[in-house]
């Protein structure tokens, strides 16, 4: 049986087909030139970054699964904005 999944309530999720998949995720896994635009906007609108989905993955981990590399620099650098992640250059 599977888990159950606490959702954020403030959080826009998309269809249960998509593993609980914020829609941050699916514009991060765009792989469409439009997507780093929709990544942007969605952060700007306060989606959090770092939303987990049903196999416990962020919305910048699709982006790098995909190859999108653009979305995949926005949302680390939204982190590091943040103050959550340190910027691998600071780590050197």
């Not at 780093?36 to 939303?51: F, M, Q, Y």
């Not at 653009?70 to 103050?83: D, I, N, T």
Request: proline share 4%.
């Amino acid at each position: 049986m599977e888990k159950a999944l606490k959702k954020d309530p403030e959080l826009i999720y998309a269809s249960e087909v998509f593993d609980s998949m914020s829609v941050l995720h699916l514009a991060a896994a765009c792989p469409k030139a439009g997507g780093v635009d929709a990544v942007r906007w969605l952060l700007e609108k306060g989606i959090p970054w770092s939303a987990k989905d049903a196999k416990d993955r962020i919305p910048e981990d699709l982006a790098r699964m995909m190859g999108n590399e653009e979305s995949c620099k926005v949302l680390r650098e939204w982190a590091v904005q943040k103050g959550a992640v340190a910027h691998i250059d600071d780590l050197n």
